[in-house]
């Protein structure tokens, strides 16, 4: 399990997945493998809760567009939840804000 993962909770309606810490190159490769790991179990959608991740360099959003792009082709969802400020400008500058599914909380994110 990845440094940045603190919590996994199933779901009927996902696997809700609270991050906290920096995702950057260093924690990359575990980061990548547990979230593969995750779209594994077939879930409907994938819950990301970045409130607590500090900072995110290219390396995790390059993490983020290939778990949404994997899970879009089967027609399943992944959801970002409450990213904290620095990701959330990071997201608006690269305009990924436009393609990633938003949610103000995990709750939301359960409806979407």
Do not use: W
């Given at each position: ?10 779901t009927p309606e ?7 810490g ?16 995750l779209?594994?179990?077939g ?5 990301l809760?970045?409130?607590?991740v500090?900072y995110?360099?290219?390396s995790?959003?390059?993490?983020l ?20 400020e620095?990701?959330r400008s ?6 990924l ?7 103000k909380?995990s ?6």
């Amino acid at each position: 399990m990845s440094d940045v993962i603190r919590d996994v909770n199933r779901t009927p309606e996902g696997i809700i997945v609270h991050l906290a810490g920096e995702i950057d190159l260093h924690q990359i490769p575990d980061f990548h493998a547990a979230l593969i790991d995750l779209c594994a179990e077939g879930t409907t959608r994938i819950i990301l809760d970045l409130s607590k991740v500090e900072y995110m360099d290219s390396s995790g959003i390059g993490t983020l567009v290939e778990i949404f792009r994997r899970l879009k082709k089967e027609n399943r969802k992944l959801i970002l939840v409450s990213p904290a400020e620095r990701v959330r400008s990071l997201l608006e500058i690269t305009r990924l804000d436009q393609y990633f599914t938003v949610a103000k909380s995990s709750e939301e994110a359960k409806m979407l």
